[in-house]
């Protein structure tokens, strides 16, 4: 008869490598699976929590075009598109932080992770943008209030647009690690599962620890 081994114990419990203390004096870059989980969840909430901020932003997008230009057409297509998005947005982002990120697949992030890059990038961004419209200020004050308004009401816009899809995903990621520890903490269900990953996961490449985070 085959005989059954018990599972190999973890070597710490999960309170260990959750300790904000231990974190505090491993190297930020230092690699850990407590670490990968977080930031393969971040990296998802903040693509959500973009969608959640592109939906109003849409609606406004839209009510702002039909005003100007008189078709309701926008207000409706644009302000139904936000909604969804913002509803999809909102389950999605629940459901992310609320269970473990698949992370054998590889998740590519092109914009700056933390809330200081964000905010730099933004603001050259918006400083870029708003010295080319500022070529048609003139131009646009000539043609009337209207046009002047439609000018400035664009760069608001681009501007926010720019904060929903740089600055808030940068924020989520930021803190991606910090809020991971306080839902694992929270969320009973969150930290059965990081329970359960730890009794199982072993570092495929070499041996690394489970945390810090």
């Not at 699976?33 to 693509?47: C, V």
Request: charged share 10%; with cysteine.
């Amino acid at each position: 008869m085959p005989t059954s081994f018990p599972a190999a114990q973890p070597a710490h419990p999960l309170d260990y490598w959750l300790s904000p203390e231990l974190a505090r004096i491993s190297p930020p870059t230092a690699p850990s699976r407590l670490r990968q989980l977080a930031d393969a969840q971040g990296a998802l909430a903040a693509a959500w929590s973009s969608a959640i901020g592109s939906g109003p932003l849409l609606i406004l997008g839209g009510g702002f075009i039909t005003v100007m230009s008189g078709n309701p057409v926008w207000v409706l297509v644009l302000g139904l598109t936000g909604a969804a998005l913002m509803v999809l947005g909102r389950y999605s982002w629940k459901r992310v932080r609320t269970s473990l990120p698949n992370t054998d697949s590889l998740l590519i992030t092109r914009g700056p992770g933390t809330a200081r890059g964000g905010v730099v990038m933004v603001s050259l961004l918006a400083a870029l943008v708003g010295g080319i419209l500022a070529t048609g200020l003139p131009a646009s004050a000539a043609r009337g209030t209207a046009t002047l308004v439609a000018l400035v009401g664009a760069y608001v816009l681009i501007v926010a647009l720019l904060a929903v899809c740089i600055l808030v995903p940068s924020v989520v990621m930021g803190r991606a690690r910090q809020s991971f520890r306080r839902r694992v903490q929270a969320d009973p269900t969150l930290r059965a599962a990081v329970e359960e990953d730890l009794a199982t996961w072993r570092d495929p490449y070499g041996n690394a620890g489970y945390g810090p985070l």
